[in-house]
């Protein structure tokens, strides 16, 4: 089909010359409008170097999308290829500023261009607002074009209005009457006029369907304003071939893309790579990603093929095969999605419940809430650690049903626990331990609780370790500051520091070194807390070295905040500065979606303490905290960034009002740092809109720390 867009070239090129107008172009239409082969030709026409990857289907991956980007930039710039590598999926801004810098510094001739297709694809990878930081910063003479079928997922108004963004629409891509006269004299084929009109009609212009219609009408099949794209397809596409081929066909439908070995093993069809290079070449519906090296079903096809799939039974083993075939490469997390489509409900318990395959993610799969929500509690008690995973989950979401569910859960499981007649699966002591450390999570912010939690724990163990709590977890839940989790009644902060100097470190020797320096950091966010300037310096830093023994990332952000805000308050602003720019370093080391979160919330504290706001986060100057991965709404801290945007726009009527609002969020988990910022904020505003006695008057009220 690459040839029919030779009837419409010239026009649609006229549109494309802009792509070297502009920074970034969105070539925005349905699927089989042509995006993909106009762009192609065009860049190819004008020989500018063209860097190009895409977005794929089902199991694509923001890493793998990444690693894909990398290798095709490496055929200009190996060097640049590593960095890129090296670096990882940028996940936030600090991220997205490094890409940049590298992409930057490669090697490239003026006027290369960035392609990315079925960027549409890319909606759950929490990727589409870093695509404006590219445009805004990157050099002139380097283009981006995103084709895509729809824009809903992309921000581009700011862009559009800056005259930094040019869109090519359907409207230019669609085949207009005269070029379909022309594509049917090119496939021989004679129709009136008439006909060519109920063509435009019913297709748009669409060149996909087009291509079918007129391979209908050769075989006589009328054109029918009723008629279904499938019976289209089954007619056109999936009857000519045999019954061997359809079967084939049916089976691959399980899959949105594949290799030809994932081929052989799911289809169990030992010809398979010989099927479809065939039908990759027969059929323009499947096609072969060179890049990724896969091969990739349209979705036309793909919808005809799973609505014809009517044998469940078959489903089902074909979901089972593919679920082995992702456990045998250790991808716990897709396999257990693809176990649990295939039924096998109680085998995906069994191997979360196996301490060998309990890895760090593995109990986040599609499907994971279905299956435990639908599951008897007799049966999820005979896998207690697959249990508990999914108790966890639910409890750290930021949903109070799922809370409240999580703690009733957790409840039921102690109870059955300490009446169960029968041998408990790993021993009463160890699914007690992990009980007792899961149950952090329903009493994260309540330190003697957690203190009891863990001192349980370590005597159940009895020396041996959690094999649930990883060292890779995130120990204070994405938030940058250790004591406002915890603090939570007023005249305690000195208590509270004490209980987890004392009791907290014993996590870190049951979970392999997560939380480690975590006392450190509680020492100095004290004495920073308290005016004790001469010993705050001294426990941070004991707190970040001690945390990079075990890589604890959580515990680094907290401690060069602390240490941020002291130099902050001794007038060190460089050295201040210079410390923030070490941690977005280490940060971006460990690209962690959360640990992103967290440094911007250090960010955007620091430069509110700086009167900068545009160098605040977008998110936290707008209060969307949809854009941002938080860990129980982020315990309220972010809403304290957000009212220092609200104080320095100097909007002081929105502030008064969210202010209410806002101690509603700090109330959630008692937060008493955040009540003392919310007074602050209302203190200023109403001296700001009432005057200096009402200002005074606001602070009298918060009682003393």
């Known amino acids: 089909m690459k040839k029919l867009t030779a ?230 596409l999936y009857n000519p071939y045999d019954e061997h081929i359809k079967r084939f066909l049916l089976r691959l439908s399980v899959m949105d893309s594949f290799t030809a070995e994932k081929a052989v093993f ?54 089972q095969r593919l679920g082995e075939w992702h456990l045998a490469r250790g991808e716990y997390r897709t396999a257990y999605c693809y176990l649990f489509r295939a039924g096998e409900k109680v085998r995906v318990l069994e191997l979360m419940d196996k301490e060998d395959t309990i890895t760090g993610d593995s109990a986040t799969f599609d499907g994971v809430l279905n299956l435990f929500a639908t599951l008897p509690r007799e049966i999820l008690f005979k896998y207690p650690l697959a249990y508990l995973q999914y108790i966890a989950i639910i409890l750290t979401n930021g949903d109070s049903n799922s809370y409240h569910d999580g703690v009733m859960r957790l409840n039921e499981l102690k109870e059955a626990l300490e009446n169960a007649e029968d041998p408990i699966p790993h021993g009463r002591n160890r699914v007690l331990a992990e009980f007792f450390l899961t149950r952090i999570f329903a009493v994260f912010n309540d330190a003697k609780e957690i203190a009891i939690c863990m001192k349980v724990a370590q005597h159940l163990l009895g020396g041996d370790v959690s094999c649930l709590q990883k060292r890779e977890a995130e120990f204070t839940l994405g938030s940058p500051h250790l004591l406002y989790t915890c603090y939570r009644e007023p005249g305690s902060l000195n208590e509270l520091t004490g209980c987890i100097v004392s009791d907290f470190p014993i996590f870190a020797k049951l979970a392999d070194g997560c939380g480690i320096g975590c006392d450190y950091v509680a020492l100095a966010e004290y004495s920073l807390e308290t005016g004790d300037w001469h010993t705050v310096e001294l426990n941070a830093f004991k707190a970040i070295y001690k945390a990079q023994t075990k890589e604890q990332t959580s515990i680094m952000i907290c401690a060069y905040f602390t240490l941020i805000r002291l130099y902050l308050y001794q007038g060190k602003i460089d050295e201040a500065l210079e410390l923030l720019r070490q941690l977005k370093q280490d940060v971006t080391k460990a690209n962690n979606p959360y640990y992103n979160t967290g440094l911007e919330m250090v960010e955007g504290y620091v430069n509110g303490c700086l009167m900068r706001i545009d160098s605040i986060p977008r998110w936290l100057q707008t209060g969307d905290m949809s854009a941002a991965h938080l860990f129980y709404g982020g315990l309220g801290f972010n809403y304290i960034i957000f009212g220092k945007a609200l104080l320095l726009s100097k909007n002081y009527i929105k502030l008064e009002m969210l202010t209410e609002e806002f101690e509603c969020k700090f109330a959630i988990f008692h937060n008493q740092f955040g009540f003392l910022h919310n007074q602050i904020f209302k203190a200023v505003t109403n001296y700001s809109l009432y005057g200096m006695n009402a200002g005074c008057a606001a602070l009298r009220k918060y009682r003393q720390l």
């Open 7 to 236: 009837l419409k070239r010239d026009r649609v090129n006229r549109s494309l010359e802009d792509i070297f107008n502009y920074p970034i172009t969105i070539v925005e239409a349905p699927m089989g409008y042509g995006k993909t082969t106009a762009v192609r030709e065009f860049l190819a026409l004008k020989g500018v170097p063209v860097i190009w990857t895409s977005f794929l289907p089902e199991d694509d991956t923001a890493s793998w999308f990444w690693e894909r980007l990398a290798n095709e930039i490496g055929k200009f710039d190996k060097v640049t290829e590593d960095r890129l590598k090296s670096l990882g999926i940028p996940s936030d801004t600090p991220q997205t500023i490094m890409a940049i810098n590298i992409i930057n510094e490669m090697v490239y001739r003026p006027g290369t261009t960035l392609v990315i297709d079925d960027y549409h694809l890319a909606k759950s990878m929490k990727m589409t607002a870093l695509f404006r930081h590219f445009v805004m910063e990157m050099p002139d003479d380097f283009h981006i074009v995103i084709l895509t079928r729809d824009t809903t997922n992309l921000d581009i108004s700011e862009l559009y209005v800056k005259g930094l963004c040019n869109v090519v629409s359907q409207n230019t891509l669609r085949f207009t009457q005269n070029e379909i006269r022309d594509y049917c004299t090119l496939m021989g084929f004679t129709v009136s006029e008439s006909v060519i009109k109920k063509i435009i009609n019913y297709t748009g212009g669409w060149i996909s369907l087009i291509y079918l219609i007129i391979l209908g009408m050769e075989r006589g099949i009328s054109i029918n304003r009723n008629s279904a794209i499938n019976e289209l397809v089954e007619k056109v």
């Open 266 to 319: 799911i289809t169990q069809e030992e010809e398979a790579e010989k099927i479809l290079i065939k039908l990759r070449r027969e059929n323009a519906f499947i096609t072969f990603d060179e890049a990724a090296g896969v091969y990739i079903i349209h979705n036309v096809l793909l919808d005809f093929l799973r609505n014809k799939q009517k044998d469940e039974e078959e489903c089902a083993v074909l979901n």
